[in-house]
């Protein structure tokens, strides 16, 4: 049985919050990818999820809250995290951060780590579904676990069939990739993920930054393959291969591909990283065998775009190696 999707209207918001508020699982768009939420103070809906979506229970979730205010709550602030989240929040920022003792978090949302992933979306639809469930929301990327993750609603319920109470219908979301995590937790700083607020832009607020890759320095879901469509990916394309479909980058194309799609054809990485995943999924289908990718600029949003294409492109599962503090 698939779930029922509906438009995002103020009604439906309320339903949505109701559900929620009684321990089902909700889809809803953010600003930056749909999410599939559920009640973050509760053991057995945040349980949920991980059935919902298959996915690894050592691998912890993001917590959404309408403000800052509701952050702290939750996790404990510095002066440095209150900074980024004033500057960045509501948007498609995570703060990793140290779980308050008596915050009455669901342990299960962050996986037995002593930290916890929090973001304020800036997606009207999440907001009020924040303020009108009046609970943090637990939500990953509403997609099946090491999939693509959903821009549209109509992604979310190709995916998800089982466990899902309502999908809210908010149209394609505008940044396309999932948020920037950064984690506050520690020094330095650390980037666990590159999204829409850039490296860049980071690091002229706090100075040097670990970046993704560097030493133990992991999100314990950012595993080499995930956002794996199910034919290959080729990064860098320069020339087409029999059977493969290009996903072009800027204004000239590459000749002998018989399907082409352009993730910006003014060389915009905005208008790229929306693309981005909605296109994957549209040439991930028969009669292709592959998907080509045109060289994208490895600096602001790029490096998010990038980052997501790798994991696209890896074909091999490794077994993972998780940064656990000492209980
Ligand atoms: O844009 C987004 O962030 C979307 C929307 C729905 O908010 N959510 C999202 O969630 O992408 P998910 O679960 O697909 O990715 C969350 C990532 C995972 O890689 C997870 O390992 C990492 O955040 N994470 C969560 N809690 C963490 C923690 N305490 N320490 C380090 N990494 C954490
Ligand atoms: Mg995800």
């Given at each position: 049985m698939s779930a029922t999707t509906v438009p995002a209207s103020p009604e439906a918001?309320?339903?949505?919050?109701?559900?929620?508020?009684?321990?089902?699982?909700?889809?809803?768009?953010?600003?930056?990818?749909?999410?599939?939420?559920?009640?973050?103070?509760?053991?057995?809906?945040?349980?949920?999820?991980?059935?919902?979506?298959?996915?690894?229970?050592?691998?912890?979730?993001?917590?959404?809250?309408?403000?800052?205010?509701a952050a702290e709550a939750l996790a404990e602030f510095d002066a440095r995290a209150r900074r980024i989240a004033a500057q960045f929040w509501p948007g498609p920022l995570t703060l990793v951060l140290r779980r308050r003792y008596h915050s009455g978090l669901s342990l299960l949302a962050s996986a037995g780590l002593d930290t916890v992933a929090i973001r304020a979306p800036a997606h009207p639809v999440a907001?009020?579904?924040?303020?009108?469930?009046?609970?943090?929301?637990?939500?990953?990327?509403?997609?099946?676990?090491?999939?693509?993750?959903p821009t549209e609603a109509a992604?979310?319920?190709?995916?998800?069939?089982?466990?899902?109470?309502?999908?809210?219908d908010g149209g394609p979301t505008a940044v396309g990739i999932e948020s920037t995590i950064l984690d506050l937790s520690g020094e330095p700083p650390a980037l666990l993920r590159p999204g829409?607020?850039?490296?860049?832009?980071?690091?002229?607020?706090?100075?040097?930054?670990?970046?993704?890759g560097s030493g133990s320095v992991k999100a314990p879901g950012m595993l080499p393959s995930h956002y794996a469509p199910?034919?290959?990916?080729?990064?860098?394309?320069?020339?087409?291969?029999?059977?493969?479909?290009?996903?072009?980058?800027?204004?000239?194309?590459?000749?002998?591909?018989?399907?082409?799609?352009?993730?910006?054809?003014?060389?915009?990485?905005?208008?790229?990283?929306?693309?981005?995943?909605?296109?994957?999924?549209?040439?991930?289908?028969?009669?292709?065998?592959?998907?080509?990718?045109?060289?994208?600029?490895e600096h602001g949003l790029g490096r998010a775009i990038n980052d997501r294409l790798r994991r696209a492109a890896a074909n091999i599962r490794v077994e993972f190696n998780s940064r656990r503090r000492s209980p």
């Open positions: 918001i309320e339903i949505a919050a109701r559900l929620l508020r009684a321990g089902e699982l909700v889809a809803f768009p953010t600003e930056t990818v749909y999410g599939l939420g559920a009640d973050a103070m509760s053991e057995r809906s945040v349980a949920a999820i991980f059935s919902a979506k298959g996915r690894p229970r050592f691998n912890p979730l993001i917590v959404h809250v309408p403000d800052l205010a907001q009020a579904l924040l303020r009108a469930s009046r609970r943090p929301i637990a939500a990953p990327s509403a997609n099946r676990s090491g999939r693509v993750s992604h979310v319920a190709e995916e998800l069939v089982d466990g899902v109470a309502l999908i809210l829409a607020v850039t490296l860049e832009q980071l690091t002229e607020l706090l100075g040097p930054i670990a970046a993704p199910s034919l290959p990916v080729r990064l860098a394309a320069t020339e087409a291969r029999p059977g493969e479909a290009l996903l072009a980058y800027g204004a000239d194309t590459l000749p002998g591909f018989s399907e082409v799609l352009w993730l910006s054809r003014s060389g915009d990485l905005a208008e790229a990283a929306a693309n981005l995943f909605a296109m994957l999924r549209r040439l991930d289908r028969p009669p292709f065998t592959g998907i080509a990718v045109m060289p994208i600029p």
